[in-house]
Each structure stands twice: as structure tokens, then as C-alpha cells.
């Protein structure tokens, strides 16, 4: 028995795992040319402006805002707020002219190189993991019907307490994460459990602005999932499960009608599953 009781997760650890697994990613530095810098800026400003003069805001009000700034830098929380609240306008204006699967966001955990797994595969998880079984099957096609073979289905998702591995203490490693290759037909199968709602962390600043605006934390339950293949465009999605906690209302907005699963009961009896499949646009 190797299970750790994980302790207490709170905002600034978890926000700050997740800043250093944002710095530690290689993204290609966009080069941007004075000219749109200049007009995204402005614009920017210009309807920060537009508000500061509509609704009168008062110093003390500016101020409130510089302290809470300050804080979310220092609770780590940027990636957390900039996912939760703006990523999926950048993602919608990114994939506009996809055919083939809807993407949505990535947030703010995922981490690459999981553990690769064959094209049937249980993920990683402890003993004693809680939580309903759930069997995720499904084939990896392109846009013109081909069957996809060795396409990288790459999945994370949340504990059955609405935690990551890696970001909220106690976890094992990879708990929850893996790299499944698929098969020569495109198929893959993998066994895991079902997450829970995850819930923004409720003691940092992005807590503070939920609780002072009077909004609610919540996520639905979701799978994460990139999925790649040669000469084909990665995509980057999540899955819902139709009927969950707040896939009505989203605190990140991220849910499509294409992304909601309805897992029936399993054929052997063991919790749910569900078929889903997933087209690649070419690259
Ligand atoms: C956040 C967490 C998630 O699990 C997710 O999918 C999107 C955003 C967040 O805490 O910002
Ligand atoms: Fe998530």
C-alpha cells in the first residue's frame, strides 16, 4: 500500500505548480510587430477606459484592483485566471475553420510526455482510486474517412475529489495521465475512473473575485484530451458528461453541445462507457 492521503490542495500551491508548468512549456515565441501590438493594446485600454468612465469608478476602487493584481501574481494564479475566463475566445478564433472535431481549451494542466500506453490501456491510478469505472473507446479518423493508425490520444482528467496529479499534493505522478497509441485501424480503449466537478481553488484571488462578483467556482466533470496523427492538425478538446453539475454554466465557458458524452452502463458491468470518435483535419 503506497496511497498517500493527499493533503490540503490551496490556491498558491496549485497556482504557482501551475505558473512553473506554463514557464516550463516551449511555445514558439510570437513575433509581433509594433503595429499590432499598438492596436491590440490600445483597444485594450481604450474599453478598460470606456468602463472606468461608464460606471464612474473611484479611487478606492482602483486601488482594490492594483492590490487584487498584485495577488494574483503572487498566488501564481495568471494561468489560472487567463484559462478560466479568456482562453476560450482565443481557442474559438484558433479553431474557426476546423472540419473535422471541436476543440475547446486546454487549461491550465496539462503536461506532456505521460506514460505511453497501448491502444487498450487502464491510466495510471492508485489502489484504492475512487470513483465510478468508465471505459473511453474510440477511433481516430481524418476529415476524408481514413483510419488514423498510431494517432496519440493523449488524456488527463481530474480524482474523483476534482484533483490533478502533478498541481494538488499527495498524487502519484502520472495518476490519471497517459500518452494511448492507437491501433492500425485508429482504435484505442482506455479504462479509468470517472472525474468529478473540478472547482477553481476558492482560497486565492481568482476565490476572491468568484466569491466578491458572486459567481460560483465550478467546472463540470471533463476529460481532457489532445489528439494527434502525422500530417494531420493536434487537437486540443475536452469531454463533458451530459446531465453533470454545470455543463449548463461553465465558470470557463468551454462546454459545445459536440463535447458532451452520454455514457451508457458498461457491457460487463462495471461502471459506464462510452464511443467517441474524433476527426483530424489535415495539416
Ligand atoms: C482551470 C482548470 C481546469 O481543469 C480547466 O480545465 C480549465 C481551467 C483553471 O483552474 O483555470
Ligand atoms: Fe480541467
Known sequence: ?????????????????????????????????????????????????????????TYAEYDVLKSWLIQVGQDGEWPLFLDVWLEHVVEEVANENREGSKGT???????????????????????????????????????????LAGALVEIWHADNDGFYSQFAPGLPEWNLRGAVVADDQGNFKIHTIEPAPYQIPTDGSCGKLIAAAGWHAWRPAHLHLKVSASDHQLITTQLYFQGGSHVEDDIASAVKPELILAPKPATDGSGNEVTYDFVLDKA
Request: hydrophobic letters at 35%; a negative charge.
Open 105 to 147: 481549451i486546454e487549461g491550465p494542466y496539462y503536461v506532456p510526455d505521460a506514460p505511453r500506453l497501448p491502444a487498450e490501456a487502464t491510466l495510471p491510478m492508485r489502489e484504492s482510486e475512487g470513483g465510478t469505472p468508465f471505459l473511453f473507446q474510440g477511433q481516430v479518423t481524418s476529415v476524408d474517412g481514413a483510419p
Open 1 to 57: 500500500m503506497t496511497d498517500i492521503t493527499p493533503e490540503v490542495a490551496t490556491a498558491s500551491a496549485s497556482g504557482n505548480a501551475a505558473t512553473d508548468s506554463f514557464a516550463r512549456k516551449q511555445r514558439e515565441v510570437a513575433s509581433t510587430s509594433a503595429e499590432r501590438v499598438d492596436a491590440l493594446v490600445s483597444e485594450l485600454l481604450s474599453a478598460a477606459h470606456d468602463t472606468i468612465r461608464r460606471h464612474k469608478v
